[in-house]
């Protein structure tokens, strides 16, 4: 991976949504959506992130494009710290990190045809001419692979993957060097899926393009992480990277997620279920380590001290007072060695 | 995973039982582009008939109005003698309770409830569209603009109207104030809720993260989402103003009685329906033929703005 300055940056980053009930809409009580997040995305890397829904990581996509604000915490796109930024002074970084939604069927606009769907942003930064408008959406429509003479179709008149390469078009069209990819196939027919996904890596081969990979199917992350991180109620509970994690998650909780994903082959046996209950209210979370209450792990000291995220000897961040203890602790149990192949990887 | 990609770029699903060769639609067919030549007005008649008659009929009816000097004859005029005669070939319409011929007051008439019914719809939906705009997508503004729209909703039209009239000299144009002022908060309510809805949008979020300014925003992916809801209410607008317009009349607050409009023709009539119906009838069927024909334009409008139905003419 590349060692120059990483196209995202975030920081400590945190969301809090009020919750606000009765005739003076007061607030009641906090959401706490994404709690102290930090990560980077190197140029041309996928960082993927995983956790169930509600874990708050649609939530955090949106922060990175500030479409929501944040609440807290630092967002820097290469290198330049934009959480601050008003309206006018964002602009110039919009180009530089776009968005590929879920629903390919709300993201686009009803009203207007493909050609000024996919060209829309880039008519944002510079007047296009009639005919060079039509010029650069043919081309981009080309490099998703629709047919120029999709050109004045209307998103109704596509199928849902077909929409999604449209979505992705427009991405595409201000070059950016950052895509956050908001569950971008869950909406998708599992044949078109793959499709979509082949497309989305051809691009990063051809443009350098670095992805914030936002999936709940580990099938799919599997195919094109670099890096994952795995979230719980807001925080990251293991940052590591993929063959890491899929040979050997140390997260009790990402070993439950590895366990409870479907393998497609009935010939290998499930693994036990390991965690059972709910997501606790994210209103009301769990004091401690929010995954205690579910976690066949927990000591004493996850029911009130939060882990922070420790550096394991592979270079994977793991927050969690059993499997990564920090100095703090008395560590019970010593961390899984890695294998080196892991290491090297990363 | 990493499969071989199929072809995506085969024909698009089919998306209602229209069989496939009619969406072959040339580019830019609903647009105002089809009617530059002789060829394409008749394509656009065929394609909206909707919108050609209720635009015809509400140009037949200015026309008429506007003439309506060259031909209608004396509209003011009493002759007790004549008075509640059946329409004859003489008096088409016949005459109402003072004598006055019907059909010159129901031509006369229509000059005053036409620029009624209209002012008062344009500026109702134009008014409603610019505040409930503001108010829909700035949370700054919303909660002050809909305080002060409520102020102005709860306040009644003929009130206000009295109120101006005796302030001032009168006349139409303090009549259409009067009736806008109350009308413009339920447009104002209307977009606002429209706004709110579009606002949301996964669309608009994209146009937020493409650079997209708030300019743009508004008018390209949420001014025309307001427009089908504001057309419907723009044609009951219309409608209302026109009948309004006769209330005032009726307690003087409005236009001079002897000066007719559809409206206070009705009113003063209706006394002598059951002996001479034309009376009412006259204006009345003149007042249902134009909100038609402003429901067939609205609808046809709403219509024209769906790229879904668009294509299927």
Known sequence: ?346 | MRRASSPMSAAPRNPSNVPAILLQGEPGSLDGRALRSRRGLRRFVRRHPTICLGAGIIAVMIGLALAAPLFAGDALSMDPSRRLQAPSAALWFGTDNLGRDVFARTVFGARVSLLVGFSVAIGAVLGGLIIGLVAGYSRRFDGAVMRVMDGLMAMPSILLAIALVSLTHGGVGVVIVAIVVPEVPRAVRLVRSVVLGAREQPYVEAAVAGGARTGTILVRHILPSTIAPLVVQATYVCANAILTEAGLSFLGAGIPPEIPSWGNMISSSRLFLGIAPWTVFAPGICLTVVVLAVNLLGDGMRDLLDPRLARKF
């Open chain 1, 1 to 346: 991976m590349n060692s120059a300055v990483p196209v995202l940056a975030v920081e400590a980053l945190e969301k809090r949504f009020a919750v606000r009930r009765g005739f003076f809409r007061r607030g009641i009580a906090e959401v706490h959506a994404v709690n102290g997040v930090s990560f980077t995305v190197a140029q041309g890397e996928t960082l993927c992130i995983v956790g169930e829904s509600g874990c708050g990581k649609s939530t955090l996509g949106k922060l990175v494009l500030r479409l929501i604000e944040p609440s807290g915490g630092r967002i820097l796109v290469e290198g330049q710290d934009v959480t601050r930024l008003d309206a006018a002074a964002m602009r110039p970084w919009r180009r530089r990190v776009q968005m590929v939604f879920q629903d390919p069927y709300a993201s686009l606009n009803p009203r207007l045809s493909a050609e000024k769907i996919v060209v829309e942003p880039v008519g944002n930064f510079r007047h296009l001419g009639r005919a060079e408008r039509r010029e650069r959406a043919a081309q981009l429509l080309a490099r998703v692979g629709l047919r120029s003479d999709a050109l004045d179709r209307f998103p109704f008149e596509f199928s849902g993957g077909q929409r999604q390469r449209l979505a992705i078009a427009r991405a595409l069209s201000l070059q950016p060097a950052l895509i956050v990819a908001d569950e971008p196939v869950s909406a998708l027919d599992v044949s078109v899926q793959a499709q979509v996904l082949n497309l989305l890596l051809d691009l990063q081969e051809e443009y350098g393009l670095a992805y914030l990979f936002i999936s709940h199917d580990l099938g799919v992350v599997e195919h094109v992480a670099h890096r994952i991180a795995v979230m719980y109620l807001g925080r990251i509970v293991e940052l590591a990277t993929r063959d890491a994690l899929f040979a050997a998650p140390t997260h009790p909780y990402s070993e439950a997620l590895l366990a409870a994903a479907p393998i497609p082959d009935p010939r290998i046996p499930r693994l036990a279920a390991s965690v059972q209950g709910e997501v606790p209210s994210p209103i009301d979370p769990p004091a401690g380590c929010a995954f205690h209450p579910r976690c066949p792990l927990a000591v004493a000291r996850c029911r009130s001290e939060i882990p922070a995220l420790a550096p394991l000897p592979d270079g994977s961040l793991v927050a969690c007072h059993v499997r990564a203890p920090t100095s703090a602790s008395a560590g019970c149990c010593p961390a899984r060695p890695r294998s080196s192949a892991a290491e090297a990887a990363l």
